[in-house]
């Protein structure tokens, strides 16, 4: 079985920072690029971020860019978000996602192949 654990989600004022993680099992970590999405309230899914199998390429949303980094330790089965200067839209649940085939089939948000039950981030004002 299949398994997406996202944690380190919570609540920070804005211009605060907060760190998630995506802890993965049941298949070949490395093998899979894995990605970020959010969905706030009464909105569709949106991409925040995405990292290839061995980490050399990144890929981030428009949101993301400047201000939010992701990262990978394949050795511990683990993708990390960092998020800096959050501000208040940033308020959603952030789901972890894996794709076994090309990076930019996640940043297209197309033919993901494993989704976590997601974590929630509240930025206040």
């Known amino acids: 079985q299949v398994q997406l654990v996202e944690s380190g989600g919570g609540l920070v004022q804005a211009g605060g920072s907060l760190r998630l993680s995506c802890a993965a099992s049941?298949?070949?970590?490395?093998?899979?690029?894995v990605g970020w999405f959010r969905r706030a309230p009464g909105k569709e899914r949106e991409f925040v971020a995405a990292?290839?199998?061995?980490?050399?390429?990144?890929y981030y949303g428009d949101s993301a860019k400047g201000r939010f980094t992701i990262s990978r330790d394949n050795a511990k089965n683990t993708v990390t978000l960092q998020m800096n200067s959050l501000k208040p839209e940033a308020t959603a649940v952030y789901l972890c996602?894996?794709?076994?085939?090309?990076?930019?089939?996640?940043?297209?948000?197309?033919?993901?192949?494993?989704w976590g039950r997601g974590t929630q981030v509240t930025v206040s004002s």
């Open positions: 996602a894996a794709h076994g085939q090309a990076t930019t089939d996640i940043v297209g948000d197309m033919n993901i192949d494993f």
């Open positions: 049941g298949y070949t970590f490395s093998r899979y690029a």
């Open positions: 990292i290839n199998w061995s980490g050399h390429s990144t």
